[in-house]
């Protein structure tokens, strides 16, 4: 998980632990970095905040693009805290996508960036239940699709 919150907090401290120069050093000489710390510290120009999101950009891109070139989905939404960086993350994750996405996927592909909230995948799992549920409600009549083997 090189793009998740925990680990751009984790790469920004061992960065600075390592000798890398950021304005984040005094707060982390005083508490635990957290991740409103390091997306304000790259929105104030920060260089090593805004690498550490370029590159967590660029894997979430390249993660993306590998998901979508193995499942084809119609739709992909991005929630959590994390979507508060804005474009200091989703720049180079839409450069990475483009550019490790197989040509007649990336154009039909949706990519959402929800600001929600943590639940926001909750409920579109739901509507997807639903729409599946009431689209083709043959699905309940067959029971065996429903069962599963315990031998």
Known sequence: ALSSEPAIVKLITEAIISGDKSDLKNIL????????????AAEEGDKLAIRIYHEAGMYLGMGLANL????????????GEGVKAGDLLFKSMR???????????????????????????????????????FKEPTILENKELLMVSHN
């Open 29 to 40: 000489e005083k508490r635990e970095l957290n991740i409103l710390d390091v997306i304000k």
């Open 68 to 79: 979508v070139n193995l499942l084809n989905p119609e739709l992909i939404v991005i929630s």
């Open 95 to 133: 450069k990475s996508f483009k550019e490790n996405c197989f040509p007649s996927l990336k154009e039909k592909i949706d990519i959402k960036i929800e600001k929600l909230g943590n639940f926001a995948w909750a409920r579109g799992a739901a509507t997807l239940v639903s729409r599946i549920i």
